[in-house]
């Protein structure tokens, strides 16, 4: 089977343009971003970065199942850019391997504040991706289960938990 060429060479060949986007994204962050400490946004998240025990099943399978862990991650990152997890999952990887996941997370989570005006800032994304990355899941999780109804089998929230707010960020 012969590709086409597409003139665009190997370097397009090897990286999907999603890819590319999201490494150039997480480089400019890195450049321009991260030291950015200026919140943004006027709501309180739901349920913070310290709010794990909120969700017990949700904390116990992050924190014993890696595996797991990841699919949920790469599954809120499709919900928060709305492109496939697939497309999250060679992103995510593509810019981890240049040293760049931190920054690449931090700029998926600001886009996800800015488009429901939660507090924060570039370098609190930053930090809890790179510092607090199980806790940053369990908060981004059930933000994503309050705010668009998501639901994740067998780790949802507790009746009532969309409720109760926590203000831990």
Request: proline residues 4%; contains cysteine; aromatic residues 10%.
């Amino acid at each position: 089977m012969a590709y086409e060429d597409s003139k665009e060479g190997c370097f397009d060949f090897m990286l999907p343009k999603d890819s590319q986007l999201a490494l150039k994204e997480a480089w400019a962050f890195a450049q321009d971003g991260m030291l950015n400490t200026e919140v943004d946004g006027t709501k309180e998240w739901d349920h913070g970065i310290f709010s794990c025990l909120n969700n017990i099943p949700l904390t116990a399978a992050v924190c014993c199942c890696p595996c797991w862990g990841s699919c949920i991650r790469y599954r809120n990152m499709e919900y928060m850019t709305g492109k496939s997890c697939e497309v999250a999952f060679v992103a995510a990887t593509v810019t981890s391997a240049c040293c760049l996941g931190c920054c690449h997370y931090a700029v998926v989570r600001g886009q996800f504040r800015k488009k429901y005006g939660l507090k924060g800032s570039g370098f609190t994304d930053c930090a809890f991706g790179c510092c607090l990355g199980p806790c940053a899941l369990c908060s981004d999780t059930n933000q994503l289960m309050v705010l668009q109804g998501i639901k994740v089998p067998f780790l949802n929230l507790p009746s009532g938990a969309e409720a109760t707010k926590t203000t831990a960020e």
